[in-house]
């Protein structure tokens, strides 16, 4: 059993998630040195009165230095050796300097999650690491499109367009809100590479600190039950963090089991509350497996010349077979 909740429970996305782990994470490590602390007071009556002396002499130096009085450089001083004092018994009890700090996860944000306003790199890893438990077919750590060139087993064609579309999500990644593109559809034959293709998309965004989230088809036609089920007054919590994340990624669309009612017009109504953001799709379907499944109203939605992008990676090897293929080979020789 993973850190992370295999559960999408109201509200409950990646991203808080990671914000409430990090919320813990801090409330424990600052409860565990408020508990030392107390432990090793209630433990020795010296070490109480020291330590009640010094912070009784800092509070009030500090207090003096604020209202600019005379004698605060004197306070100051007098704090400063009855710090030494409480220092030195410390280290006359074995006990160390700083017993009374909280071990934070993370030194560089002390479990904020924040560096001066900007997302430390805790948060982002702890976002990747739960996006990742809830997707177990995202299997990349890879943040860039830069140095990214597809596998030399597939045909010169082939590399060629997935080169392209490579370059098209970098370029998209940092202009999506403008982009008159707010569906990307991304179809083709299994293993061609295009959950990994996303996958770094998704860590490139997430390293820029973009509010993103990667979520597999049968997880989203979990939650559509999940909501057509609900209470009326519940129904729209269900859904509150897909329909408001500026990039919503689905994969696998098409895998998902097809309920009557709930499937393909949950998803319909999941496109048109999500007009004015991007939202991003790999599938296994053409387009007439698309219209058979879910409807011409769906298709004409992920198909619309003017706001959708289609990327058709059909009729290409399959980079999985290929590879476990060639290690098989391998082994043989």
Not at 196 to 217: E, R, T, Y
Not at 256 to 266: I, L, Q
Request: hydrophobic share 35%; charged share 25%; glycine share 4%.
């Amino acid at each position: 059993m993973s850190e992370f909740s295999k559960i999408y429970y109201t509200n409950d996305s990646p991203r808080a998630k990671a914000n409430n782990t990090i919320s813990i994470r801090k409330f424990n490590a600052e409860f565990k040195a408020r508990n030392d602390l107390q432990r090793h007071l209630a433990a020795d009556n010296n070490l109480l009165k020291l330590y009640q002396k010094q912070n009784k002499l800092s509070l009030e130096a500090s207090r003096q230095e604020v209202y600019g009085e005379a004698g605060a450089t004197i306070a100051r001083a007098n704090a400063d050796v009855a710090y030494k004092e409480y220092l030195l018994y410390l280290d006359s009890c074995g006990i160390k300097h700083d017993f009374d700090k909280p071990a934070y996860y993370c030194t560089t944000c002390n479990d904020t999650g924040f560096i001066n306003n900007i997302r430390c790199d805790c948060f982002k890893q702890l976002l990747r690491d739960i996006t990742m438990d809830d997707n177990p077919q995202l299997n990349t750590d890879i943040r860039s499109f830069i140095k990214l060139k597809p596998p030399k087993m597939l045909e010169l064609s082939t590399r060629l367009n997935m080169s392209e579309f490579y370059e098209f999500l970098n370029k998209y990644s940092e202009n999506y809100s403008d982009s008159q593109y707010k569906i990307i559809l991304l179809t083709g034959s299994p293993g061609t590479g295009k959950t990994f293709a996303l996958s770094v998309f998704f860590n490139k965004v997430i390293d820029d600190d973009g509010d993103i989230l990667m979520i597999s088809a049968v997880k989203l036609n979990e939650l559509f039950l999940k909501t057509h089920l609900a209470p009326l007054e519940s129904k729209q919590e269900i859904l509150e963090t897909i329909i408001d994340c500026d990039i919503l990624i689905v994969d696998d669309l098409g895998m998902e089991p097809f309920y009557n009612n709930v499937t393909a017009e949950y998803l319909r109504n999941l496109l048109d509350l999500r007009s004015h953001l991007t939202t991003i799709f790999s599938t296994n379907l053409n387009s007439e497996e698309i219209r058979i499944r879910y409807g011409n109203s769906t298709l004409s939605r992920l198909y619309h010349k003017s706001r959708a992008h289609v990327v058709d990676f059909f009729n290409t090897v399959d980079i999985r077979t290929k590879e476990a293929t060639g290690d098989i080979i391998n082994k043989k020789q």
